[in-house]
């Protein structure tokens, strides 16, 4: 059991600041022709702007990393965005104590964006659930389904690419955390991140040492190599017909 010291949170979630990168989020009301909900791309919504957001997002990474398979670049688009939802997540509930609401009608995604992925939250309330509910329900259970359906990603791979995401910010936090001598957020962080990996959409994803089951095929784009992560030691041999990792 973690304490939690509960802080209000502010309208700006400024806390979030100094972390910097992946757990930045830009918060407000949305002006027309702002980025499409995170909903709309989970249902598969169209926008005059980028057509279907998902698929804009593949094929801008497919392009830029010049991946051979466009499921390659499914691959790496769904774990970039998990690793944004996880971030803001897991610096709010260790900041903060608490969430704001996350729910996908409330956050704006914009998939023209680079790395990290530009994310939007239109109003700042407090969440009713956990860590658990804001992202692995709400988001990644949808998401995992969608690239799943359009570009036939293993489900498992995907889901080691969510737990992945969730080792990688929550080192990047407590990083931060002892940098700062802030000994109870890094205390924080690994508690809370050792819970989420139970759940049972995560559990068994990661080994003991934090070195996941599947591979997010990142190797396949030229140059790639492995991930510090990844279950290969070095770059397998594709087969001809694909392996999923």
Request: aromatic letters at 6%.
């Amino acid at each position: 059991m973690v304490l939690l010291l509960l802080v209000d949170l502010d309208p700006e979630l400024s806390a979030l600041r100094p972390l910097g990168g992946f757990f930045l989020l830009r918060v407000g009301g949305a002006p027309a022709g702002s980025p499409p909900t995170l909903a709309e791309t989970y249902r598969g919504t169209s926008s005059d702007v980028y057509g279907n957001s998902m698929t804009f997002r593949v094929d801008k990474v497919a392009g830029s990393l010049r991946a051979p398979e466009l499921r390659v670049a499914a691959s790496v688009a769904q774990q970039g965005l998990a690793a944004r939802l996880w971030s803001v997540a897991l610096g709010c509930a260790v900041l903060y104590g608490r969430l704001p609401d996350l729910d996908p009608g409330l956050l704006r995604w914009n998939p023209d964006a680079g790395a990290p992925d530009d994310l939007w939250l239109t109003e700042v309330r407090p969440a009713p659930g956990d860590a658990a509910d804001a992202v692995v329900r709400a988001h990644l259970e949808p998401l995992t389904a969608l690239v799943h359906a359009r570009y036939r990603v293993a489900e498992g791979l995907l889901w080691g690419n969510a737990a992945s995401a969730l080792a990688g910010a929550a080192r990047q936090l407590e990083r931060w955390a002892r940098e700062q001598g802030r000994t109870e957020a890094a205390v924080r962080t690994r508690a809370l991140t050792a819970g989420l990996l139970t759940h049972p959409r995560l559990a068994g994803t990661l080994d003991g040492g934090g070195r996941r089951r599947s591979c997010c095929l990142y190797y396949r784009v030229p140059g790639g190599g492995v991930c510090g992560d990844c279950c290969f030691t070095r770059p397998p041999r594709p087969s001809p017909g694909g392996a999923s990792g």
